[in-house]
């Protein structure tokens, strides 16, 4: 069966401070992987999304950037966190088949910038 | 523009009564849409797919309608528990990426 890992799940950092959010997916290959994040009360904001290896789109500019390194491997980063950046981090695949695009998502990564 | 509209008003119902979602869109056309849930500190979780040729779905004590004219699915739980508590997202899905609204929150009195 498919499994997706988030990490870590909680951190506080400094403004100005570098990020890494690392995700990996287990028990599939070639999978589409999201990033999304969640403010307080707002609804999931896509963040970026990957069909590939080394290829991303981003759904909104910003000082966040994401990264596929291998194929189930997908990473989030910063040069410096901004307040804003305060949020519910959330990794996620899909593999579109005969059901049509089901998300899963990995638990969450708290970052509260401080 | 698009919009996924969902009450963000929680719903607040006793146990044992049936519970009713709703979510309306507008300047979308989904093959399908999909209902997920998400309970506090967690990732949503895919609950039911309903696609734009069906007029509803069931599983177990949860049932989906899907009405493309009026641009609306109902979301349905019978007979709530307590553990029912959570918020329910709907995603609009077809040739691009889902996209979710913000969700609507259910909390179940015993």
């Known amino acids: 069966s498919q499994t997706i890992h988030q990490w870590p799940a909680t951190l506080v950092q400094p403004v100005g401070s570098p990020l890494s959010l690392e995700c990996t997916v287990e028990?599939?290959?070639?999978?589409?992987l999201y990033w999304y994040r969640q403010a307080a009360g707002r609804g999931l904001q896509l963040l970026f999304y990957s069909v590939g290896i080394g290829q991303i789109s981003s759904e909104v500019p910003q000082n966040l950037s994401a990264s596929r390194p291998q194929d189930r491997q997908f990473i989030l980063s910063s040069k410096k966190l901004l307040l804003s950046d305060s949020g519910f981090y959330l990794c996620?695949?899909?593999?579109?088949?005969?059901?049509?695009?089901?998300?899963?998502f990995g638990e969450g990564s708290w970052l509260t910038v401080v | 523009s698009q919009k996924i509209e969902q009450n963000s008003e929680a719903l607040n119902i006793q146990e044992g009564k049936t519970a009713t979602l709703t979510c309306n869109y507008t300047?979308?056309?989904?093959?399908?849409l999909q209902w997920y849930r998400q309970d506090p500190g967690r990732g949503p979780v895919f609950l039911l797919l309903?696609?734009?040729?069906?007029k509803e779905k069931r599983k177990e004590r949860l049932k989906v309608t899907f009405d493309t004219t009026l641009k609306q699915s109902l979301f349905h739980i019978t007979a709530s528990q307590p553990a029912d508590s959570a918020t329910y997202l709907c995603a609009l899905g077809g040739s691009y990426i889902p996209t979710f609204g913000r969700g609507t929150s259910l909390i179940v009195h015993p």
């Open positions: 309903i696609r734009e040729n069906e």
């Open positions: 996620a695949w899909d593999r579109l088949g005969t059901s049509g695009n089901t998300i899963y």
């Open positions: 028990g599939t290959s070639n999978p589409n």
């Open positions: 300047n979308y056309s989904p093959a399908y």
